[in-house]
């Protein structure tokens, strides 16, 4: 089972700036991780995917926070960051850390493995 930490949730003004942080285990190899991403799940609403960092880089982000959050990795921590800025109470929700992880074989088959974090509160006041 892999244990992903996360940290850096909080209260915060409307305009205001936060950082998360999604530590999986240094055990695993970076290179098995294929993607990192951040969901987020108002009271009501679905979870919905706010920035995913794939192993090649490339990022994407859900329209409502683009240009106002960047997400990163750390390779070397096997850590994900989210910078948001300009938050707004539509912002308020937990926030997930979500990890995929995929396993090659000699067959040539490859198998994936899905792990979330614990999440951690994101409340933005007006």
């Known amino acids: 089972q892999v244990q992903l930490v996360e940290s850096g949730g909080g209260l915060v003004q409307a305009g205001g700036s936060l950082r998360l942080s999604c530590a999986a285990p240094r055990s695993i190899p970076s290179t098995r991780i294929y993607f990192m991403s951040w969901y987020r799940q108002a009271p009501g609403k679905e979870r919905e995917m706010a920035a995913t960092h794939t192993n090649d880089g490339s990022t994407d982000y859900v329209d409502s926070v683009k240009g106002r959050f960047t997400i990163s990795r750390d390779n070397a921590k096997n850590t994900v960051y989210m910078q948001m800025h300009s938050l707004t109470p539509e912002d308020t929700a937990v926030y997930y850390c979500?990890?995929?992880?995929?396993?090659?074989?000699?067959?040539?088959?490859?198998?994936?493995?899905?792990?979330w974090g614990q999440g951690t509160q994101v409340t933005v006041y007006s």
């Open positions: 979500y990890l995929r992880l995929r396993t090659y074989y000699e067959s040539g088959d490859c198998t994936a493995e899905d792990y």
